[in-house]
C-alpha cells in the first residue's frame, strides 16, 4: 500500500510510520519539522527502501494538491496537530492543514476511477476526550473545528472519510509531559511522584502500536464515512496505572529501600477528577485484521524499553587496570 502520513514524525504518526515501513508499504511522510532535527522514534526506519520523509508547510493548500497527485496514495493518514500556541498558529496548524488535506484529496478523488477509487481511504485521528462543562482549551477548540471541518466536507462532496478517536496512547518516545512518561522519569530517577485528584482520574488506554496498527488497518478495510473508536477496553484510573507499573518494576527492578510504590503519593479530591472519555471497544470488530495487543502487553513493552534507555544512557565504569 503507498500511504501518505501527514504528521508523521509526531508521537502516533511515527509510530503509524515504523509499523507501515516494516510490514512494507510505500511511506510519504509529510511533517513542518526541519529534516536537521533528529526524531528518535523514526531513526531505525530513515534509510529504509520504500520511506522518504518531506519537509514542508502542510496548510499550504497548492503544494500538498501536488504532493498528493505527485505520490499518488492508496490511503492518507491525517494526524496533524499543534500544541497549545497563539490562536493563529493553531488555525493554521489544525485547521489550516485539514482544509489542505481534504482539499487534495477531493481534486485526487475526482481522477481515480475503478478499483483506485474504491480502494482509496482518507483516515483522520481524534484525541477522544471527556464531556466536560467549562471554557475549552484553544488547541481543543482548534483541534474540534479541524475535525468539523473534515467530517462534513467530506460528506458534502462524498470523499472516503474514516474518522477513528482514541484515547491516552502510551509507549516509547511518548511527549516527556505524559503522565507515563513523567511517572516512569520520576521513579527511575529515584523521585517521589504524586498523583493529583486522588488518583482517580480515569482515562481509556491504549498502547501506541495498537492505536497505529489499528489507523493503518482503518485505511485499507474501514468502511467509508465510519467512525470508530480505538480502544482495548484499558479504562484505568490513575492509581491503578502507577500500581500496574510499580509492581512491574518491583519484579524486574527492585528497590532496596523498599518498593517502588513507596515513591508515590495521592493528593487532592476525588471530586474533581476527571472521568473519561469512554470509549466502546466493540468498534474493534467492525475492523478486521486488527489484533491490539492490548494493555499490558503496552505496558511490559513500554517498561523494558525505559528500562533499557536508562541502561544505556548511564556511564560504563571504567576498566580496571592490570597490576
Given amino acids: 500500500m503507498r500511504v501518505l502520513i501527514a504528521g508523521g514524525c509526531g508521537f502516533v504518526g511515527s509510530a503509524v510510520v515504523r509499523q507501515a515501513v516494516e510490514r512494507g508499504d510505500q511511506v510519504l511522510n509529510i511533517d513542518r519539522r526541519r529534516r ?5 522514534a523514526l531513526t531505525p526506519i530513515a534509510a529504509r527502501e520504500g520511506y522518504a520523509r518531506l519537509e514542508a508547510d502542510i496548510s499550504d493548500r497548492a503544494l500538498i494538491r501536488a504532493v498528493v497527485r505527485e505520490f499518488a496514495p492508496d490511503a492518507i493518514i491525517h494526524l496533524v496537530a499543534t500544541p497549545d500556541a497563539q490562536a493563529d ?16 484529496t477531493r481534486h485526487y478523488v475526482d481522477g481515480l476511477g475503478g478499483d483506485a477509487r474504491d480502494r482509496f481511504r482518507i483516515v483522520h485521528l481524534e484525541q477522544a476526550e471527556p464531556d466536560m462543562p467549562g471554557p475549552l482549551t484553544p ?11 473534515m467530517d462534513r466536507w467530506s ?33 527511575l530517577n529515584d523521585r517521589p511522584f504524586v498523583i493529583d485528584n486522588a488518583g482517580e482520574n480515569v ?20 468502511q467509508p464515512q465510519s467512525h470508530l473508536d480505538l480502544s482495548v477496553g484499558a479504562e484505568r484510573r490513575d492509581i491503578d496505572v502507577v500500581e500496574s507499573i510499580c509492581a512491574l518494576l518491583d519484579e524486574r527492578s527492585p528497590r532496596a529501600d523498599g518498593p517502588w510504590l513507596d515513591r508515590v503519593a495521592c493528593e ?45 544512557s548511564q556511564p560504563r565504569a571504567a576498566p580496571v587496570a592490570a597490576e
Avoid: K
Wanted: net charge negative; charged share 15%; glycine share 10%.
Fill in 139 to 149: 488547541s481543543q477548540a482548534a483541534r474540534g473545528a479541524a475535525a468539523t471541518l
Fill in 89 to 104: 498558529t493553531l488555525v493554521e496548524g489544525d485547521i489550516g492543514a485539514a482544509h489542505a488535506i481534504i482539499e487534495a
Fill in 203 to 222: 482515562r481509556d488506554w491504549l498502547p501506541i502500536r495498537d492505536l497505529a496498527s489499528g489507523l493503518l488497518v482503518a485505511a485499507s478495510s474501514a
Fill in 268 to 312: 487532592g479530591d476525588a471530586a474533581s477528577a476527571i472521568l473519561g472519555p469512554m470509549l466502546d471497544p466493540a468498534d474493534a470488530d467492525q475492523l478486521p485484521g486488527w489484533n491490539p495487543h492490548g494493555f499490558h502487553t503496552g505496558l511490559d513493552r513500554l517498561l523494558h524499553w525505559a528500562l533499557a534507555s536508562r541502561a544505556a
Fill in 36 to 40: 536537521s532535527t533528529p526524531i528518535p
Fill in 155 to 187: 460528506r458534502a462532496w462524498g470523499l472516503p472519510l474514516v474518522t477513528c478517536a482514541a484515547g491516552e496512547a502510551f509507549g516509547p518516545w511518548q511527549s516527556p509531559t505524559s503522565f507515563m512518561a513523567t511517572l516512569l522519569t520520576s521513579l
